[in-house]
């Protein structure tokens, strides 16, 4: 089995608001394609980064543009101030939408810092969890 990385081989940084890393989002083992939902999850566990504001409110700071809060959303992690869902912009930017527009769509109520945070978070989450999501080990 090969592992390939959707659509492109690469991160394409050709302007700021395409750099999407769509690879950290939809990684493809032969026709299996990573949920950005499964991502969520990992975010939730991001827990070294995470600090807890509060004993009685439980609304966790996962970075500095995404909260999860009980209360919010279920306790999926949301764009502070919003409740607008992490896993909803990441499934936006996995296919291909601008950032502009995405923010548009949003009617500002993300930024593109946020967008490019949740991004960066989602890749850290792929990389400290990708091995957990392998169908099957590779050959040598």
């Known amino acids: 089995?090969?592992?390939?990385?959707?659509?492109?081989?690469r991160v394409m940084r050709k302007n700021e608001q395409y750099c999407t890393a769509i690879l950290a989002l939809h990684c493809v083992w032969d026709d299996f394609i990573f949920?950005?939902?499964?991502?969520?999850?990992?975010l939730l566990?991001?827990?070294?980064?995470?600090?807890e504001k509060s004993d009685t409110m439980k609304q966790k700071?996962?970075?500095r543009h995404i909260v999860s809060d009980p209360e919010i959303c279920h306790g999926q992690p949301t764009f502070r101030g919003t409740?607008?869902?992490?896993w909803q912009v990441l499934d936006q930017v996995a296919h291909g939408m601008a950032w502009?527009?995405?923010?548009?769509?949003?009617?500002?109520?993300?930024?593109k810092e946020a967008i490019a945070e949740a991004v960066n978070l989602a890749n850290?989450?792929?990389v400290k969890h990708a091995n957990e999501y392998v169908l099957e080990p590779i050959s040598a």
């Open 124 to 126: 850290q989450a792929f």
């Open 83 to 86: 409740r607008i869902m992490v």
């Open 61 to 63: 700071v996962i970075s």
């Open 1 to 9: 089995m090969r592992i390939g990385w959707a659509p492109c081989g």
């Open 35 to 42: 949920s950005t939902k499964l991502l969520t999850d990992q």
């Open 45 to 51: 566990s991001h827990e070294s980064n995470a600090i």
């Open 100 to 111: 502009e527009t995405i923010v548009a769509e949003w009617q500002g109520g993300i930024s």
